[in-house]
């Protein structure tokens, strides 16, 4: 992964560094938000540095992903992934379609690398850019509050998706670590799975 990419020059100036993904390379769970937050991009790792960070990874301490503190700015993980549509962050607005597909090899990538059982779509952006890839129905017709915590059969994958961290509220932490719970690991996941190259 480069780390000074070069590819999005509205970026260059603006960011801090490239925030790339990070975890278990084995792993079943692949969680893709959006892009980096400001914390994100000062630890260099996904879903860490803030209190929506912090969110994400208790849900995942409750899950047995993550073996460390929320607060962690290195959380020590086994069996998950994280990473983001976009790996860099502008200061003052969100990332921009193109600049979602100048990421897009990267990507693919880790997914390919991974080649995960389970995708979360962290937000409603990740959510319909994962959907136009692995699902038949259109991206527009999802909806991330109505689909958060529940399973989506999709084309090689299965996707689970999440509210953004920043609006879960305790009772979505609560759903979506029970849906996993019941839903996701009291079956044989690794049944569905399905090795297509993107």
């Known amino acids: 992964m480069d780390t000074d990419c070069t590819n999005c020059s509205a970026l260059c100036g ?9 975890g278990d ?12 937050t400001a914390a994100a991009e000062r630890t260099g790792v996904p879903f860490t540095g803030d209190e929506a960070g912090a ?3 208790r849900i995942l301490g409750d899950l ?9 700015d290195e959380p020590d993980v086994q069996n998950v992934f994280f990473t983001y549509l976009t790996r860099c962050r502008h200061p003052d607005r969100g990332p921009t379609d193109d600049e979602v597909a100048t990421c897009e090899p990267y990507l693919n990538a880790e997914i390919r690398m ?3 059982h389970i ?24 909806d991330v509050d109505a689909e958060h915590a529940t399973t989506i059969r999709g084309r090689g994958f299965e996707l689970v998706p999440m509210k953004e961290p920043e609006r ?3 009772d979505d932490a609560e759903a979506f670590v029970e849906h996993v719970r019941e839903s996701v ?4 996941y690794r049944q569905t799975k399905g090795r297509q190259s993107r």
């Open 14 to 22: 603006t960011r801090e560094r490239v925030v790339h993904g990070y």
């Open 25 to 36: 390379v084995g792993a079943d769970f692949l969680f893709v938000g959006e892009a980096p």
């Open 55 to 57: 969110r994400v990874q």
């Open 64 to 72: 047995g992903f993550v073996r460390s503190d929320p607060d962690a």
């Open 114 to 116: 991974i080649n995960p």
């Open 119 to 142: 995708i979360v779509p962290v937000g409603q952006a990740a959510l319909e850019a994962l959907a136009f890839d692995y699902t038949t129905r259109a991206a527009d017709s999802f």
């Open 168 to 170: 879960l509220t305790d």
């Open 185 to 188: 690991f009291g079956r044989d």
